[in-house]
């Protein structure tokens, strides 16, 4: 609670949805009857489509931060019908409201990095090759500005907990930080390509796997980053065994 009163994101967000409550408490005793009683069971509706719609969004989300950037994107999606339903003039400002919280603010990347090591390129490739860490590196590569990165987050520090062995480990590159560093990984930064965030998995320094893959027919649209989809793309559970099994 305490991040959230305090990351501008939230707190923004927080203050243009409780200025609808304050504007519809406000204009109660002028709007007439007729016009009212209509806003009102717009609200109930409203209210009950987006309680609908974030149960189904709860249900497939994986994380927190998923879950709350679908929250607020349908929060805003309400807001604007029923300041559209109120006043045309409102609406307007709404979309203007939200296009400034967007410029200015971003939602915060889960914080926890697990087990995973938050990696410089030249500490990354440092590790791949000095031969005395371990065997298997899997690396993220992605950016704080990317939504999709900020989304899945909290997946790839609690895979580190679960999966980090003598055998394999988990390392974190920000390409935010370190741009240049993504043209020698062939990673793209436009967010059209649907590459952030890119996860590459090292046997001995050299790359054997990539999610996404780079091939001539990439997707621009890539499934929803997930703790499931990345342990079964890079075999986790297999390496796991391995480790435990002492190959």
Known sequence: MNLMVSEPYYLFHFLCFFSYLVIRTSTTQVLAPSIAHHLLRRELQTLLVFALLLFIKGVREETWEALIADALFLGKICLFALAYTMDR????????????????????????SGTSSKLTPLQLESLLTEGKTSRFWLVEFCASYSSACIRSSRCFPELSI????????????????????????????????????TFILFDNAVEVARYPELDSDAKYFQPTITKGLISRHFELDRHLLEYVNGK
């Open 89 to 112: 003039r409102l609406a307007v400002w709404y979309i203007l409201v939200f296009l400034v919280i967007h410029m200015l603010t971003q939602q915060p990347p889960f914080q926890g």
């Open 162 to 197: 679960t999966y980090s062995n003598k055998n394999l480990s988990f390392g974190i590159v920000d390409l935010g930080l370190f741009p240049n560093a993504a043209e020698k990984f062939g990673i793209s930064l436009g967010g059209s390509m649907g590459q952030l965030p």
